[in-house]
T-cell receptor, first 115, second 114 residues
Framework: NAGVTQTPKFRVLKTGQSMTLLCAQD?????MYWYRQDPGMGLRLIHY???????AKGEVPDGYNVSRLKKQNFLLGLESAAPSQTSVYFC??????????????FGPGTRLTVL | AQSVTQLGSHVSVSEGALVLLRCNYS??????LFWYVQYPNQGLQLLLK??????LVKGINGFEAEFKKSETSFHLTKPSAHMSDAAEYFC????????????FGTGTRLQVFP
């Protein structure tokens, strides 16, 4: 199993450009998440999904959109990139088993620079 | 609301010395707590988790953590540091049974000197 994969690994954008980050998992997990990691701030949740066709806002959703058209994929979109969105983006997934918390499995990250 | 505080953004130890990374939580319900490790240029990897079964939790690579409700703490320890332990460590609390959402601390970078 590949686990959680992310593409691309690196990207440089100019202010105002758009892009989509792709996350894929082959573990049949119900839940998927997008985080951003900034120095000294830990990981902050951008958006998450509890199942195919459903998405919800996390802690820092502004400037981002997401889609979960297939269970195994979770896309993060930036419609008009801003320098403040320069960050490392992590995707994660976890499985559902009612009433019990489960750990999240993380991808390797995408390093995005917005000039 | 749940939250996590990691005391000390940087910790330095000598190889063979005790590692102690501090984590305090705030939660209105019995918490589920996690420690993750991030090696340079990699994603996060689960070290261990507390799910109320036992207060002393053993994880991978010789790490363990003790849940202390009276102190609202979940500190991570390892008796003898190894050079390969150099990484960033994150404590996290699970906030919802229905979503597995996590709230992360700001992280502690561990340096190990020979």
């Amino acid at each position: 199993n590949a686990g959680v994969t992310q593409t691309p690994k690196f990207r440089v954008l100019k202010t105002g450009q758009s892009m989509t980050l792709l996350c894929a998992q082959d573990m049949n997990h119900e839940y998927m998440y997008w985080y951003r990691q900034d120095p000294g701030m830990g990981l902050r949740l951008i958006h998450y999904s509890v199942g195919e066709g459903t998405t919800a806002k996390g802690e820092v959703p502004d400037g981002y959109n997401v889609s979960r058209l297939k269970k195994q994929n979770f896309l993060l979109g930036l419609e008009s990139a801003a320098p403040s969105q320069t960050s490392v983006y992590f995707c994660a997934s976890s499985y559902s088993r009612g009433g019990v918390h489960h750990e999240q499995f993380f991808g390797p990250g995408t390093r995005l620079t917005v000039l | 609301a749940q939250s996590v505080t990691q005391l000390g953004s940087h910790v330095s130890v000598s190889e063979g010395a005790l590692v102690l990374l501090r984590c305090n939580y705030s939660s209105s319900v019995p918490p589920y707590l996690f420690w993750y490790v991030q090696y340079p240029n990699q994603g996060l990897q689960l070290l261990l988790k507390y799910t109320s079964a036992a207060t002393l939790v053993k994880g991978i690579n010789g790490f363990e953590a003790e849940f202390k409700k009276s102190e609202t703490s979940f500190h991570l320890t390892k008796p003898s540091a190894h050079m390969s332990d150099a990484a960033e460590y994150f404590c996290a609390v699970s906030v919802s049974f229905n979503t597995d959402k996590l709230i992360f601390g700001t992280g502690t970078r561990l340096q190990v000197f020979p």
